[in-house]
T-cell receptor, first 112, second 113 residues
Framework: SQELEQSPQSLIVQEGKNLTINCTSS?????LYWYKQKYGEGLIFLMM?????EEKSHEKITAKLDEKKQQSSLHITASQPSHAGIYLC????????????FGQGTTLQVKP | SAVISQKPSRDICQRGTSLTIQCQVD?????MFWYRQQPGQSLTLIAT?????????ESGFVIDKFPISRPNLTFSTLTVSNMSPEDSSIYLC??????????FGPGTRLTVL
């Protein structure tokens, strides 16, 4: 069965620093989704990547999907306390089913 | 983008009882799903809620424990039946729109005593 591995599991950065979170699959993905979750709350959609080599940015967050569509990274530039939370990658397997599998999440703390 | 609301937002229930969670979407969507997030864990798909027909359950989840209704393209309910403390989780409704973007509701935080 397909699995998604996220790294690191947790991250503490100083405000203003850049950081990267990685998400790796053992199989080629149909689509890769990034979400942010505040503790005990729902998931906030950040970005969706579907094409190999695709890169998307929103404000200070950039997400990339590699050419093989097996690895994605989420990069935050000049981190702020508002970026703190749990970042989750989710993915469709081989087709557009909507049945996402998720990585274990990366907990980000940003120290002022 | 789809806006999803869930009721209740949280509840504390006694062992052996049942709770029905509602999910309302502000637009018609074909694909609707229910996920569970156990404490300290990531999300696991429970089932796909099919409009006008029985839900499709993932391995490890059964209709008797998690009956689902979906009477139309904007609404669904998930019932957690005969609850035990192991059912304490966040339950999330999710929809996929026509652009393949997948959204999640705010979640229902369930504690079973």
């Amino acid at each position: 069965s397909q699995e998604l591995e996220q790294s690191p599991q947790s991250l503490i950065v100083q405000e203003g620093k850049n950081l990267t979170i990685n998400c790796t699959s053992s199989k080629t993905l149909y689509g890769l989704y990034w979400y942010k979750q505040k503790y005990g709350e729902g998931l906030i959609f950040l970005m969706m990547l579907q094409k190999g080599g695709e890169e998307k940015s929103h404000e200070k967050i950039t997400a990339k999907l590699d050419e093989k569509k097996q690895q994605s990274s989420l990069h935050i530039t000049a981190s702020q306390p508002s970026h703190a939370g749990i970042y989750l990658c989710g993915a469709d397997g081989s087709s557009n089913t909507g049945k996402l599998i998720f990585g274990q999440g990366t907990t980000l703390q940003v120290k002022p | 983008s789809a806006v999803i609301s869930q009721k209740p937002s949280r509840d504390i229930c006694q062992r052996g009882t049942s709770l029905t969670i509602q999910c309302q979407v502000d637009s018609q969507v074909t694909m609707m799903f229910w996920y569970r997030q156990q404490p300290g864990q990531s999300l696991t798909l429970i089932a796909t809620a099919n409009q006008g027909s029985e839900a499709t359950y993932e391995s490890g989840f059964v209709i008797d424990k998690f009956p689902i209704s979906r009477p139309n393209l904007t609404f669904s309910t998930l019932t957690v039946s005969n609850m035990s403390p192991e059912d304490s989780s966040i339950y999330l409704c999710s929809v996929r729109d026509g652009t393949d973007t997948q959204y999640f509701g705010p979640g229902t935080r369930l504690t079973v005593l």
